[in-house]
């Protein structure tokens, strides 16, 4: 394969802007965050308001239903989805300084840097805790075992009900490092990775100038590997025996940070390679892509079929999976050159996504209380979980129609930006 790093200069800004009328537009990753938040509500959606694969094979079911099942338990590895979003962020976070590092460089403003993704962040999150509050304290009423992990029919581990303390450690993403998550909304867990790579990011743009996107990349994943091994034979708070927030259980759980960075710099090497600095034929990301398919669908059979109402919530060698998955198919999109026809057929699959793209932030922070009150509700009058997915539907519209507000009120104006590609122009 050959994939070598691009000289600097003229020559590399030359070549460019010579191939940049091939490129996709980057509109396109509007596309695949929207794909991958969904998916993760998904995710949520079915293991909230629709009875769990243990229970319902438990009483043997027909053989329709029994396919269901298998359907809606593909839908269960939402960290897939989130490892796709660590993906795209890198990217698009390296998306400019990556063009520039290939023409002229100018020195990166962390001012504006901080100031841009403040402005990106908070707005929405503070929504969401708006959401949270409101939609945690009607939920209790309703199922108040729900949120106290005491019910018999689905808990959420743990109690959840929103302090003042993981308020604070929510705004400072800290959540499930220095303290809980805020209330009920649990995946706020990777909002604090996101930020965290973010602060990293300097570390990675000075890798990245000064011995090149490969190298960068490849110390990162020799790091992350590393790190991943240590977890993989015990170095976790569970393994040792230690409290999750004692200060030997921050420092061990700040390992998942180091074993899922690479994710995170693959986006940023996917973006360097879209802006020249590092060459890899277009052939080379097709086989990439279908290779990353065939590993993303592989995997995901394997887990259904070995057991459909399996969870995947540790450190283990699928993240490694889903990381590669992805990163062939995203290469593809973002960094591949294409003739007209395929720009075409893309245009065609894509654009349809891209305002669910647009408001993917919106829709990731305010999905779990969401459907966490819908899932309340219906336990306050029922003893299981719906067998039938009509509870799932509604409350997926019910997400998405309050996420498009959220989008509307509490995103657009603040980002100025409708899609990815006009904010990384």
Same mark, same amino acid.
């Given at each position: 394969?050959?994939?070598?790093?691009?000289?600097? &200069?003229?020559?590399?800004?030359?070549?460019?802007?010579?191939?940049?009328?091939?490129?996709?537009?980057?509109?396109?990753?509007?596309?695949?965050? &929207?794909?991958?938040?969904?998916?993760?509500?998904?995710?949520?959606?079915?293991?909230?308001?629709?009875?769990?694969?243990?229970?319902?094979?438990?009483?043997?079911?027909?053989?329709?239903?029994?396919?269901?099942?298998?359907?809606?338990?593909?839908?269960?590895?939402?960290?897939?989805?989130?490892?796709?979003?660590?993906?795209?962020? &890198?990217?698009?976070?390296?998306?400019?300084?990556?063009?520039?590092?290939?023409?002229?460089?100018?020195?990166?403003?962390?001012?504006?840097?901080?100031?841009?993704?403040?402005?990106?962040?908070?707005?929405?999150?503070?929504?969401?805790?708006?959401?949270?509050?409101?939609?945690?304290?009607?939920?209790?009423?309703?199922?108040?075992?729900?949120?106290?992990?005491?019910?018999?029919?689905?808990?959420?581990?743990?109690?959840?009900?929103?302090?003042?303390?993981?308020?604070? &450690?929510?705004?400072?993403?800290?959540?499930?490092?220095?303290?809980?998550?805020?209330?009920?909304?649990?995946?706020?867990?990777?909002?604090?990775?996101?930020?965290?790579?973010?602060?990293?990011?300097?570390?990675?743009?000075?890798?990245?100038?000064?011995?090149?996107?490969?190298?960068?990349?490849?110390?990162?994943?020799?790091?992350?590997?590393?790190?991943?091994?240590?977890?993989?034979?015990?170095?976790?708070?569970?393994?040792?025996?230690?409290?999750?927030?004692?200060?030997?259980?921050?420092?061990?759980?700040?390992?998942?940070?180091?074993?899922?960075?690479?994710?995170?710099?693959?986006?940023?090497?996917?973006?360097?390679?879209?802006?020249?600095?590092?060459?890899?034929?277009?052939?080379?990301?097709?086989?990439?892509?279908?290779?990353?398919?065939?590993?993303?669908?592989?995997?995901?059979?394997?887990?259904?079929?070995?057991?459909?109402?399996?969870?995947?919530?540790?450190?283990?060698?699928?993240?490694?999976?889903?990381?590669?998955?992805?990163?062939?198919?995203?290469?593809?999109?973002?960094?591949?050159?294409?003739?007209?026809?395929?720009?075409?057929?893309?245009?065609?699959?894509?654009?349809?996504?891209?305002?669910?793209?647009?408001?993917?932030?919106?829709?990731?922070?305010?999905?779990?209380?969401?459907?966490?009150?819908?899932?309340?509700?219906?336990?306050?009058?029922?003893?299981?979980?719906?067998?039938?997915?009509?509870?799932?539907?509604?409350?997926?519209?019910?997400?998405?129609?309050?996420?498009?507000?959220?989008?509307?009120?509490?995103?657009?104006?603040?980002?100025?930006?409708?899609?990815?590609?006009?904010?990384?122009?």
């Amino acid at each position: 394969m050959a994939v070598k790093a691009a000289p600097l &200069g003229s020559a590399a800004s030359e070549a460019h802007a010579a191939s940049a009328a091939q490129v996709l537009p980057t509109e396109y990753v509007d596309g695949v965050r &929207g794909i991958a938040a969904t998916y993760v509500m998904l995710n949520h959606a079915r293991f909230l308001l629709f009875i769990s694969a243990a229970t319902a094979l438990a009483t043997q079911p027909s053989a329709s239903f029994r396919a269901l099942l298998y359907v809606l338990s593909t839908t269960r590895y939402g960290v897939a989805g989130v490892m796709c979003f660590f993906i795209v962020s &890198g990217y698009a976070i390296h998306y400019r300084q990556a063009n520039k590092l290939a023409t002229t460089w100018q020195k990166m403003s962390w001012r504006d840097y901080a100031w841009h993704r403040a402005r990106r962040l908070y707005p929405p999150l503070l929504a969401a805790i708006v959401i949270i509050l409101v939609a945690d304290t009607l939920g209790a009423h309703f199922y108040p075992g729900l949120y106290q992990g005491t019910s018999p029919v689905l808990a959420l581990g743990g109690d959840h009900t929103p302090t003042v303390g993981s308020l604070l &450690g929510t705004l400072t993403f800290t959540q499930g490092f220095l303290t809980k998550v805020f209330g009920s909304d649990d995946p706020l867990w990777s909002l604090a990775y996101e930020a965290f790579f973010y602060l990293l990011y300097p570390i990675v743009l000075g890798l990245d100038q000064r011995i090149g996107p490969v190298k960068t990349m490849g110390i990162i994943l020799a790091l992350g590997l590393s790190v991943a091994a240590l977890i993989g034979v015990g170095i976790t708070p569970a393994g040792l025996g230690v409290s999750l927030y004692s200060p030997l259980g921050i420092a061990t759980h700040a390992l998942n940070l180091l074993a899922l960075w690479p994710a995170w710099v693959a986006g940023v090497f996917i973006a360097d390679a879209r802006a020249g600095r590092v060459q890899i034929p277009t052939r080379w990301w097709s086989i990439a892509a279908v290779v990353g398919f065939g590993l993303l669908i592989s995997s995901g059979l394997f887990l259904v079929l070995k057991n459909p109402n399996v969870q995947i919530n540790d450190i283990n060698i699928f993240y490694l999976v889903w990381v590669v998955g992805f990163v062939g198919p995203i290469g593809w999109l973002c960094a591949a050159r294409h003739p007209q026809r395929m720009h075409d057929l893309v245009g065609v699959v894509f654009r349809p996504l891209r305002r669910l793209g647009a408001m993917s932030y919106s829709l990731y922070v305010i999905h779990f209380p969401i459907l966490a009150l819908v899932c309340a509700w219906w336990l306050s009058t029922h003893d299981q979980l719906p067998r039938a997915p009509w509870l799932m539907l509604v409350g997926i519209a019910l997400v998405l129609a309050i996420a498009f507000g959220v989008y509307t009120v509490a995103e657009r104006p603040f980002t100025g930006k409708r899609t990815f590609a006009k904010k990384a122009a």
